[in-house]
């Protein structure tokens, strides 16, 4: 005596793309949502010099590794490496300078440029 299951079209579909997700060979669709990058400088003025805050913010990705880089006036780098929190979230680094002059922020996700911010810090009173 031998059993023969039949299952309809939908639930044979079904049970083949539960399958395949599981295996990895699909990823589900929310992973496929877009992923959104936003950098901007924040200032901070105290009686010696400026700090700068550098904020990034992804959006559809959590605990993302990023590099952030502030070029001064002189063309002098100062990076660091950090990581975001959930999606969403400020990431946060701060950087302390006593220069006049242009300066640009550039945010990097995997070597791809992902935003950049300029701005301009002169002398009070002039």
């Known amino acids: 005596m031998s059993l023969t299951v039949k299952l309809k079209p939908s639930v044979l579909a079904l ?3 539960l399958a ?11 992973s496929a949502a877009k992923v959104r990058y936003a950098g901007h400088v924040r200032f901070h003025h105290t009686s010696c010099c400026g700090i700068q805050s550098a904020v990034f913010k ?4 959590s605990d993302v590794h990023y590099r952030v880089c502030q070029i001064r006036p002189n063309g002098s780098r100062k990076c660091r490496n950090l990581a975001t929190g959930e999606s969403g979230q400020p990431s946060r680094t701060t950087f302390l300078n006593q220069d006049v002059g242009t300066f640009k922020v550039i945010w ?6 992902r935003d950049t911010d300029d701005y301009f810090v002169a002398v009070e009173g002039v």
Do not use: D, N
Not at 20 to 30: D, E, K, N, Q, R
Not at 58 to 61: A, D, E, H, K, P
Not at 108 to 113: A, D, M, S, T
């Open 15 to 17: 049970a083949a793309a």
């Open 108 to 113: 990097k996700v995997e070597g791809r440029v």
């Open 58 to 61: 992804v959006f559809g990705r």
């Open 20 to 30: 395949i997700t599981s295996f990895g060979l699909l990823t589900p669709a929310t």
